[in-house]
T-cell receptor, first 113, second 109 residues
Framework: NAGVTQTPKFQVLKTGQSMTLQCAQD?????MSWYRQDPGMGLRLIHY???????DQGEVPNGYNVSRSTTEDFPLRLLSAAPSQTSVYFC????????????FGQGTRLTVV | SQQGEEDPQALSIQEGENATMNCSYK?????LQWYRQNSGRGLVHLIL?????REKHSGRLRVTLDTSKKSSSLLITASRAADTASYFC?????????FGKGITLSVRP
């Protein structure tokens, strides 16, 4: 199993550009989520999904959209990138078996100039 | 908002020594988890302790939970250089977790 795969690993965007961060998992997990990690701030939840077709907002959802058309994929869209969105983004997934253990991808380092 | 707050923020020890890290949280929990993050990598789950447990062991890891004080501690015994990483406590369920700002542990060879 590959686990949680994020692409790309690095990206530089100009202010106002749009892009999609990809996240895929091959563990048949129902729960998936996106976090951003900023220096001195820890990880903050952006959006999460409890299953295909179901998404909800986390702590910092503004400027980001998500959709979940399949169990495997959970892309994160930046509609109009801003310098404040410069961060490292992590995707995570977990089982629904009450174990609560989350599996994280390797991260996408995004710079908006 | 951070549910968990770890301390110290940074810890530097000699290889072979024990490392103790603390986490405090604000609201009631069902469980608390500890994760490790190596530089430039994603988080890796270390151990989970449920609210009705007081202590749990996994290899060189020992975690305690005091729900009356809303605090947890992670002890790494006989530390190794490979334990150098950031450590986070997290609360919540499944992939909807709230983390503290993390502790940077440096283990000197």
């Amino acid at each position: 199993n590959a686990g949680v795969t994020q692409t790309p690993k690095f990206q530089v965007l100009k202010t106002g550009q749009s892009m999609t961060l990809q996240c895929a998992q091959d563990m048949n997990h129902e729960y998936m989520s996106w976090y951003r990690q900023d220096p001195g701030m820890g990880l903050r939840l952006i959006h999460y999904s409890v299953g295909a077709g179901i998404t909800d907002q986390g702590e910092v959802p503004n400027g980001y959209n998500v959709s979940r058309s399949t169990t495997e994929d959970f892309p994160l869209r930046l509609l109009s990138a801003a310098p404040s969105q410069t961060s490292v983004y992590f995707c995570a997934s977990s089982y629904t078996d009450g174990q609560n253990k989350a599996f994280f991808g390797q991260g996408t380092r995004l710079t908006v100039v | 908002s951070q549910q968990g707050e770890e301390d110290p923020q940074a810890l530097s020890i000699q290889e072979g020594e024990n490392a103790t890290m603390n986490c405090s949280y604000k609201t009631s929990i069902n469980n608390l988890q500890w994760y490790r993050q190596n530089s430039g990598r994603g988080l890796v789950h270390l151990i989970l302790i449920r609210s009705n447990e007081r202590e749990k062991h996994s290899g060189r890891l020992r975690v305690t939970l005091d729900t009356s004080k809303k605090s947890s501690s992670l002890l790494i015994t006989a530390s190794r250089a490979a334990d150098t990483a950031s450590y986070f406590c997290g609360t919540g369920a499944n992939s909807k977790l709230t983390f503290g700002k993390g502790i940077t542990l440096s283990v000197r060879p």
